[in-house]
């Protein structure tokens, strides 16, 4: 939609609600968002602002083929996925890490090929290629802790945030891969036409992120 307007794909759910509480803060609300309905899309005219809600692990889709100019994603999704976009801010919310993870006591059998199950296959497969480790990498869509337990895999790389689901499943955590937190990423060729707008919503971000501190 090129008519002016700022699209910006929220992810759905709690962290997509803190982000547009700051987007709000910045001066670029629209608070028709948070009513409790089924719509998806809302605008403000006068800020020439629109908002999407759309499923976290779509946000960077949307961004990449310019159906959003600007979108808010875990740097999970930008590393498994690596879409061709600007990552313009780290918003310092959303903060959690990428793990591997496994049965307490387990024990590495280095001689052997590691069963690793994740929804995040590149993420994972990048970090046991570094390390020299063959593995067999099995992708799973969701309950990922489920599988070490099931004898499906030895480990599990996957997002632990509070580390509430490892421990009530009887896991911990072995190595951590990576810090992740929520970015603002922008659509290339939107960052050529929009420029200005960008940069000003960017920076506002950047004064609240640094503000929270
Ligand atoms: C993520 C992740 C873990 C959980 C970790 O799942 O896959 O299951 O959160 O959080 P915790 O350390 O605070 O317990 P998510 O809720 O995103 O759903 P999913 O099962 O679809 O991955």
Same mark, same amino acid.
């Given at each position: 939609?090129?008519?002016?307007? $700022?699209?910006?794909?929220?992810?759905?759910?709690?962290? *997509?609600?803190?982000?547009? @509480?700051?987007?709000?803060? @910045?001066?670029? =609300?629209?608070?028709?968002? $948070?009513?409790?309905?089924?719509?998806?899309?809302? =605008?403000?005219?006068? /800020?020439?602002?629109?908002?999407?809600?759309?499923?976290?692990?779509?946000?960077?889709?949307?961004?990449?083929?310019?159906?959003?100019?600007? *979108?808010?994603?875990? /740097?999970?999704? !930008?590393?498994?996925?690596?879409?061709?976009? %600007?990552?313009?801010?780290?918003?310092?919310? *959303?903060?959690?890490?990428?793990?591997?993870?496994?049965?307490?006591? %387990?024990?590495?059998?280095?001689?052997?090929?590691?069963? +690793?199950?994740?929804?995040?296959?590149?993420?994972?497969?990048?970090?046991?290629? #570094?390390?020299?480790?063959?593995?067999?990498?099995?992708?799973?869509?969701?309950?990922?802790?489920?599988?070490?337990?099931?004898?499906? &895999?030895? +480990?599990? +790389?996957?997002?632990? =945030?509070?580390?509430?689901?490892? /421990?009530?499943?009887? $896991?911990?955590?072995?190595?951590?891969?990576?810090?992740?937190?929520?970015?603002?990423?922008?659509? /290339?060729? &939107?960052?050529?036409?929009?420029?200005?707008?960008?940069?000003?919503?960017?920076?506002? !971000?950047?004064?609240?992120?640094?503000? #929270?501190?």
């Amino acid at each position: 939609m090129n008519d002016g307007f $700022l699209n910006i794909a929220l992810p759905k759910g709690r962290l *997509g609600e803190k982000v547009y @509480a700051m987007l709000e803060e @910045a001066g670029f =609300e629209c608070p028709a968002v $948070l009513e409790n309905s089924r719509k998806l899309i809302f =605008e403000n005219a006068e /800020k020439r602002v629109r908002y999407f809600w759309v499923k976290p692990s779509d946000v960077a889709i949307y961004v990449e083929r310019g159906a959003a100019d600007l *979108g808010v994603c875990g /740097k999970d999704i !930008l590393l498994e996925y690596k879409p061709d976009v %600007y990552e313009l801010l780290d918003l310092k919310t *959303g903060i959690c890490r990428m793990a591997v993870a496994a049965p307490n006591g %387990y024990v590495d059998r280095t001689d052997k090929v590691l069963r +690793v199950a994740t929804k995040f296959v590149h993420i994972a497969s990048e970090f046991y290629r #570094k390390k020299g480790r063959q593995t067999d990498i099995i992708k799973l869509n969701g309950s990922i802790e489920i599988a070490p337990i099931l004898n499906l &895999s030895d +480990v599990i +790389v996957d997002i632990v =945030e509070t580390g509430t689901t490892l /421990k009530e499943n009887d $896991l911990g955590v072995i190595e951590t891969i990576t810090d992740i937190s929520a970015r603002l990423i922008c659509n /290339k060729s &939107s960052y050529k036409f929009n420029t200005n707008a960008v940069n000003t919503l960017t920076k506002r !971000l950047s004064e609240i992120t640094e503000a #929270k501190k």
